[in-house]
């Protein structure tokens, strides 16, 4: 087990640029959600968690919800600038607004080409678009040439959690089964469901079982509340398809270890989705 190099596969910057300026009202209303402090952090001290957690790298994400939330995005230079400074440590993955259109497509070339970024997070409820919605095929067709995986973001979000109304943010576009039509559509697409997709589990974990090209992360919950049956798939069937993931700051690392931990997973299984899934998924 000493020689695993934990990859989280999703986490956000805690810095002002994301939990304030892009997250405005939402963030507030998720970090009550999760009961953390929406008070912003360096990125040192990011690093500095993840030193303690014991994790070696991780997926750093952008994101770009202007047009559904008209507040900024923390753009891909932004998260491209936090590799350049920490390259051992961070992964940057792109986020394009898919309402932007030509833009968006743009916006992802220039991610990954000339900054280096190597996959995208779309957050549909946030974004408030249907995955499966063929204006947006343009967008999954760059991503299968750039040779880059996609995170949707599944199920129930703490973003707009609690506010009247949830902030206008939407659910629904956040069901595991719009993604199903994706990962059809396009089988040379890697895709990665990010979260224990409550109340739709049952529902990404069939996906998930059917198409070769998805993967789901557990990011986002502490192990310990994940339903039954996703342990159950986690450490069986799904062994190999399952990756670590924290959705930081939400979630505090160690904390996600130490509940990770009390499952009582093999070695093996541990190894697989601490690990070397995401090393498949990243192709590093
Ligand atoms: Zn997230």
Redesign the pocket.
Known sequence: MSLIKLIDI?A?PPTEEFSTISGGRYMRHAAEYFGISNKPKTIEDMIEEYDRAGIAKAVL?AWDAETATGLPKTSNEYIAGMVDRFPDRFIGFASVDPWKGRVALKDLEVAVRDLGLRGV?F?QAMQAFFPNDRRFYPIYEKCVELEIPVQF?LGMTGAGSGAPGGDGVKLKYARPIYIDDVAADFPELTIIG?HPSWPWQDESIAICMHKANVYLDL??WLPKYFPEVLIRYAGGLLKEKCLFGT?YP?IDPARWLQSFDELGFSDEVKELILEKNARKVLGI
């Open positions: 999703h956000h994400v997070k957050q973001h990010l990011s986002g959705d939400f």
